[in-house]
């Protein structure tokens, strides 16, 4: 089968100084064109105390700043803006309070740690009444399908995923948690259902390109329908 390059090459799981990353937005950016990739995304933390993150209010600057940074580089890359939550209430005590105007002006937003018992995350019963509140794509970032599927079956966890139109990345820094489940992905491909790689960049601008092993995944599984690249590019 013949794939489309540029919708592989998509990385929307990037840090930058404006939470926990190393690089400001320009590097970031500069590296992308630099490794070949087509779709950035600049994903920052906000609203969690377990690290350097974003306030809520500080959303609109982000926003703003990002996307004025983005257009000197539009001839050469596509560079999306967005969040990610993590979904311990524990640690982000507005978890049910969010500034959803707001975050419905950014392009995604990402949640980390669902159905994750180890840090009291939101099941992923939840993230559909959430998703009602968005208009914006929202997805899982580096998800546990063990824990995902602990409680649920594969059919249940992936009617919730298709009903509610979450999208779910493929973490390169750690494929085990995609390549572990080829019988998820084996019955989500006849499902309507996204898909975004990511590398979950925060010390190591080279680690923006290195999405070569969930590009294979999606080639070995057949997966390129749907990657969600293809809404953006």
């Known amino acids: 089968m013949e794939y489309n390059r540029n919708l592989l090459q998509m990385n929307l799981h990037n840090h930058s100084i404006f939470s926990d990353g190393k690089y400001p937005v320009n590097s970031l950016i500069q590296q992308g064109i630099n490794s070949g990739v087509k779709l950035l995304g600049i994903c920052d933390h906000a609203g969690t105390m377990k690290t350097s993150s974003l306030a809520f209010p500080s959303i609109s600057r982000y926003r703003r700043i990002v996307r004025n940074i983005a257009k000197h580089f539009t001839s050469k890359i596509r560079v999306l803006v967005g969040i990610e939550l993590d979904s311990s209430i524990n640690r982000t005590p507005e978890l049910h309070n969010l500034p959803y105007d707001e975050i419905n002006k950014l392009d995604y937003i990402l949640f980390e740690y669902i159905s994750n018992p180890n840090w009291n995350g939101l099941n992923l019963q939840q993230m559909g009444y959430i998703k009602r509140k968005l208009g914006i794509p929202l997805g899982l970032a ?13 059919d249940q966890v992936l ?6 139109s979450i999208f779910i990345e493929l973490s390169a820094r750690n494929p085990s948690k995609y390549r572990n489940f080829p019988e998820f992905f084996k019955k989500l491909h006849k499902r309507n259902i996204n898909i975004s790689l990511g590398t979950d960049t925060h010390n190591c601008l080279e680690d923006i390109g290195s999405i070569l092993d969930p590009i294979n995944f999606v080639k070995e599984m057949d997966l390129q329908d749907h990657l969600i690249s293809r809404f953006f590019l």
């Open 142 to 154: 580096h998800p546990d399908l063990s824990f995902l599927c602990n409680d649920l079956s594969i």
């Open 159 to 164: 009617d919730i995923l298709e009903n509610n």
